[in-house]
Every structure is written in C-alpha cells, then in structure tokens.
C-alpha cells in the first residue's frame, strides 16, 4: 500500500493530532501513488484545507513519502518491515510479537495498509499498541469491503471500535469508510456494540477504513474481544 487519495486526505485530516509526536513509526516504508492527473486533484484538495503546497513539496526522487510526512508536519517517520530491502529502519515479522527493544518507542504509529497482509493480524495490532507510548497516536488505513484478494483481510469496523476502543482503552478521533472512486466522500462510522448485527453494511466496489486513536495514559484490564452484536457493554 502506498499514499494514494484517500490515506493522503486522511493523514492532512489529522495532522495536528501527530504534531506533538517527535517519534514516529509507519508499518512499510511507503511511495506516494499518485499520477500526474491525481496528484494535480490532491494538491487542490490540501490547498481547500489550508495546506498550500506543489507536487514538488510533497515528492521526492526516490518515489517515497518521507518529504510528504515532513510537509505535514509529521515527526521523522521510521518504517518497520519483514525486509530491508526499501530501506526500512527496523526489520520484523508482524507475524511475531513486538520485540522488547521497541517496546513503547514511538509516540506515532501507522499502518499503512499493512497489518491486512498479515497472516496473524492480531498479533500485529497487538505489536501496534506494544510499540505505542502511553497517550500515543495510531493511524490506521487499510482494505475494507469491496477489496477481495487485495490481502488476506478485508477489515471492518469492529477492529477499531471494538479492539482498539472497548478493548485496549483507545479515544477513537476518527472512524471511517472512504470509497476509492470518490475518496472526498467520508462516511463516519458508529460504534456497532449492541447494534443488529454490528451495523452491518452492504457496500459496493473497494472501500478503505481509516481510523485514528490515542493511547490511555493508564491502560485498563485487557480482555480479548468480540464482535459488536454479541456484545453488550
């Protein structure tokens, strides 16, 4: 996954939340994936939210989104990968658990659309919030309905709601579904504990789920969790 449309609308959206972090961490080290005709629409699209900039800003020689972050003002972002191989600053399996030395080093971490391609996705949430300082932001954009063979996972909005939030203790800032055909169009995503069937929806075409949560200072009892419609808290 790379910084298309709507992860880029989404990282502008809460740029002011990660402003504090002076750690910050992206799961891949990612490009920006924008053409020539895109990159014209989102460059006018950050200019209506008070972001003056040129594609030359927010681009850099190598493809890559560092100079993007930075425009931002995002902290310097460390990638983490399963490989060296784009250069990433830290080398782990998601697949496994966070490793000690890493333990609550970043007061900034995002999935740039990676954990869907994990095998054990829960083990690398669980690796996201290890990897978070208390009162640390996560940022969160990866495949939703519509997206079948993109990963192994489409994911839904019991994983920010229920894992993050009921779960791990999280203020939810954001929660929401952006089709890729329009991805102006932000559609805000309740909390589906006790609705019928989770709040079940039918959507039509890829989508993407973005969602932005902040670490308690005090972390409260964890218990795994369950979905939303057999639950009752």
Same mark, same amino acid.
């Given at each position: 996954?790379?910084?298309?449309?709507?992860?880029?609308?989404?990282?502008?959206?809460?740029?002011?939340?990660?402003?504090?972090?002076?750690?910050?961490?992206?799961?891949?080290?990612?490009?920006?994936?924008?053409?020539?005709?895109?990159?014209?629409?989102?460059?006018?699209?950050?200019?209506?939210?008070?972001?003056?900039?040129?594609? %030359?800003?927010?681009?850099?020689? =190598? &493809?890559?989104?560092?100079?993007?972050?930075? @425009?931002? $003002?995002?902290? #310097?972002?460390?990638?983490?990968?399963?490989?060296?191989?784009?250069?990433?600053?830290?080398?782990?399996?998601?697949?496994?658990?966070?490793?000690?030395?890493?333990?609550? %080093?970043?007061?900034?971490?995002? =999935? &740039?659309?990676?954990?869907?391609?994990?095998? @054990?996705? $829960?083990?690398? #949430?669980?690796?996201?919030?290890?990897?978070?300082?208390?009162?640390?932001?996560?940022?969160?954009?990866?495949?939703?309905?519509?997206?079948?063979?993109?990963?192994?996972? %489409?994911?839904?909005?019991?994983?920010?709601?229920?894992?993050?939030?009921?779960?791990?203790?999280?203020?939810?800032?954001?929660?929401?579904?952006?089709?890729?055909?329009?991805?102006?169009?932000?559609?805000?995503?309740?909390?589906?504990?006790?609705?019928?069937?989770?709040?079940?929806?039918?959507?039509?075409?890829?989508?993407?789920?973005?969602?932005?949560?902040?670490?308690?200072?005090?972390?409260?009892?964890?218990?795994?969790?369950?979905?939303?419609?057999?639950?009752?808290?």
């Amino acid at each position: 996954m790379g910084i298309s449309m709507v992860p880029g609308l989404f990282l502008a959206r809460h740029r002011q939340a990660a402003a504090a972090a002076q750690r910050g961490l992206i799961l891949g080290r990612q490009k920006m994936h924008l053409q020539p005709a895109r990159m014209t629409r989102f460059v006018g699209a950050l200019e209506n939210m008070g972001i003056p900039t040129t594609a %030359q800003a927010i681009t850099q020689e =190598d &493809g890559f989104s560092e100079a993007f972050f930075a @425009h931002l $003002g995002y902290p #310097l972002i460390e990638a983490m990968d399963f490989t060296d191989a784009e250069g990433a600053a830290h080398v782990h399996d998601l697949n496994h658990p966070c490793p000690e030395r890493l333990r609550e %080093q970043f007061d900034l971490v995002i =999935d &740039g659309g990676t954990t869907e391609h994990i095998f @054990h996705i $829960g083990t690398a #949430l669980d690796t996201c919030h290890d990897l978070l300082r208390p009162g640390g932001l996560f940022l969160s954009f990866v495949a939703c309905d519509g997206w079948f063979g993109h990963g192994f996972f %489409q994911t839904g909005p019991d994983v920010p709601w229920r894992y993050w939030h009921h779960a791990r203790g999280y203020d939810m800032l954001e929660v929401s579904i952006v089709p890729r055909k329009t991805p102006w169009k932000t559609i805000p995503i309740p909390d589906p504990t006790g609705r019928p069937r989770g709040g079940e929806m039918a959507l039509t075409g890829p989508h993407m789920l973005v969602y932005a949560c902040r670490k308690p200072l005090t972390a409260p009892p964890y218990r795994p969790p369950i979905q939303g419609h057999y639950a009752s808290e």
